[in-house]
């Protein structure tokens, strides 16, 4: 969508400064490996992108929900944003993300946990 590609343009652009911070920002969606290398490719991203095809890591994370739109409902991804410790523990979570200024807010906060 048009919000994915801006946010990861958004990361991207920031990924010297997550580095810096000791962070390293995995983008996770349901699209196929072959789809997130062409995306990869396209946009030139410097973050990582996996695939979670089999929808186990959404389901976990609580992502993968009822959605609607137009009167229509379906299946579908929330955009949200987990920063996860050193110690693997989750430290904050972004429910319902919106684009605009989010990566930045996302570096603050890995900021802090440094």
């Keep these: 969508t048009p919000g ?8 991207t652009r920031l990924a010297p400064d997550f580095a810096e ?5 995995i983008g996770i969606s349901k699209d196929s490996l072959k789809k997130h290398e062409n995306f990869c490719a396209k946009h030139d991203l410097g973050i990582y992108l996996a695939s979670d095809d089999g ?5 976990s994370y609580g992502v993968w929900a009822e959605k609607s739109m137009y009167g ?6 929330v955009r949200a ?3 996860i410790g050193a110690d693997g523990k989750v430290a904050k979570v972004w429910p319902k993300v919106k684009v605009k200024g989010h990566a930045e807010e996302v570096l603050e906060a890995a ?3 440094g």
Excluded: P, Q
């Design 4 to 11: 994915c590609t801006t946010e990861a343009l958004d990361f």
């Design 21 to 25: 911070a000791g962070a390293v920002v």
């Design 55 to 59: 929808g186990e890591t959404c389901e």
């Design 72 to 77: 229509k409902t379906f299946w579908g991804i």
């Design 81 to 83: 944003t987990f920063l």
């Design 111 to 113: 900021r802090d946990l």
